[in-house]
């Protein structure tokens, strides 16, 4: 199923280099993700295109036009009845779990603010979802935008091969990915982990998981305590923390 994005901006033209290279421009080739950009200021009325103003009560910066950013959606809404993003440092932080979400709908509306942000009463009329990049601010929505367009895209049926699924990447699962390797067999002289030369499909599934759970572990425990872990799991990540602790305890670093 083919996903329709319509993207209003003040800057369309930021978007050309990082959606016209490599897989997602693939996909946008092939018609599985179609990205449409609307230039916010198309939709002004006066002569000088006015697009912002100063905030009442006064202070520093400039705010998005409730009446521009209306009448630009309005018209978008003839084509598109997907959700209305705003990408805000306010909004929900994007997960992997809300790309999926937004990866099985068929139409995406993304609004990018700039200057101080939008009018209250726009986003509070128009507004579906807020979303967030992460805690801190940048200058606009257009970098946010792109990222969720790259991470939802990819999701999409077709846009990556099979050698290349998403289903193994960190977070699909709730982990880390595993550690990869590849030619040289030897580098720095540093070996590739017998067990992936080994041909042996199970003990290289078995180390794969492994390797997750240590990973996870080592880097975002939280991952392990948020979801329920299967017999199998919860008694392999068991294994990798004595095999922690004894190599901590080998290299003197556990306290007496
Ligand atoms: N005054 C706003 C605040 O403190 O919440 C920040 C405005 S920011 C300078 C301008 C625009 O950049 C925002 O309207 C938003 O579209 C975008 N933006 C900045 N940081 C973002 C983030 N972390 N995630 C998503 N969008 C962001």
Redesign the pocket.
């Known amino acids: 199923m083919a996903l329709d994005i319509d993207v209003l901006t003040l800057f369309p033209e930021m978007f050309a280099g990082p959606l016209s290279h490599s897989i997602i421009g693939r996909a946008r080739n092939q018609g599985i993700v179609q990205i449409s950009l609307w230039n916010i200021r198309d939709f002004t009325l006066d002569k000088h295109r006015i697009v912002d103003d100063t905030p009442y009560g006064g202070g520093p910066?400039m705010v998005?036009k409730p009446d521009v950013l209306a009448r630009a959606l309005d018209f978008i809404r003839l084509d598109n009845s997907g959700p209305v993003i705003?990408?805000?440092?306010?909004?929900q932080t994007l997960a992997q779990s809300a790309a999926s979400k937004l990866a099985a709908k068929s139409q995406l509306i993304l609004?990018?603010?700039?200057?101080?942000?939008?009018d209250e009463r726009f986003r509070a009329l128009y507004v579906d979802i807020e979303?967030?990049?992460?805690?801190?601010?940048?200058?606009?929505?257009e970098?946010?935008a792109m990222v969720l367009i790259d991470t939802v895209a990819r999701l999409l049926t077709g846009v990556l091969g099979a050698e290349d699924s998403a289903t193994e990447d960190s977070f699909s699962n709730g982990l880390l990915e595993h550690p990869h390797y590849t030619r040289p067999r030897v580098f720095r002289e540093m070996e590739v982990p017998s067990v992936l030369l080994s041909g042996h499909h199970g003990q290289i599934q078995r180390w794969r998981l492994k390797e997750s759970l240590r990973r996870t572990l080592e880097r975002r425990p939280d991952l392990l305590d948020s979801q329920p872990l299967s017999k199998d799991v919860h008694e392999l990540l068991e294994d990798v923390k004595q095999e922690d602790c004894k190599e901590r305890t080998k290299g003197g670093l556990v306290e007496q």
Do not use: K, R
């Open positions: 910066g998005m705003y990408l805000t440092p306010q909004g609004l990018c603010g700039h200057y101080e942000g939008i979303m967030s990049i992460g805690d801190y601010v940048l200058t606009g929505g970098l946010p």
